[in-house]
């Protein structure tokens, strides 16, 4: 098989310049549980945090993401896994331009998020287990999938027909059903400032 005629090309412009324009660190905040755990509300809310303290941030939610760069993709394990793949290269793009970029995905396979960790530089990736139990998950049901999934209408559901490996060693884990939106979500900010992502003075 002959080479594939591409090539890389550097900006001129470094990560560490645009990091100092935007007076924070980029990094990807990877928000990971199972449906209805309450992931993008979380991430959603973060980003409105972030950009109240004038933070470059953006949400990549599942959803949205199948609606365009991934909507050829189904939820067998393969298509799950590159899913997560597409997204990661996605997400590596968006911290290279000095964003903070937060994932809201299932991403059930402990493989695949090591496969997305190591895209990144250390200290890049942090790994945000948003834990709550599978009955609370399907008593929210926001969208009626867990429903659906125990009528099977909906095959390969993480959760009921389907698995999801928790993450063994998180940097975060956020209990989503003992703990308010705003609790985890200044959680996660006390995190970004004691790591020095977010300049102290910026978040009070």
Known sequence: MSEKPITWHPSTILREDRNRLNNHKSCVLWLTG??????STLAYELEKELYALRGRAYVLDGDNIRHGLNKNLGFTPSD?????????EVAKLFVDAGVITLTAFIS??????????AL??????????????????????PKGLYRKAKAGEILQFTGISA??????????????????????AVQIMDYLCFHRYIARDKAE
């Open 34 to 39: 199972l449906s209805g755990s309450g992931k």
């Open 80 to 88: 799950r896994t590159e899913n997560i793949r597409r997204i990661a």
């Open 120 to 141: 990144f530089q250390e200290g890049d990736f942090i790994e945000v287990y948003v834990h709550c139990s599978l009955g609370e998950c399907e008593r929210r049901d």
């Open 163 to 184: 698995p999801y490996e928790h993450p063994l060693q998180p940097e975060i884990i956020i209990e989503s059903d003992r703990q308010t939106v705003g609790e985890s």
């Open 108 to 117: 059930p396979y402990r493989a695949d998020r090591d496969m997305a960790r």
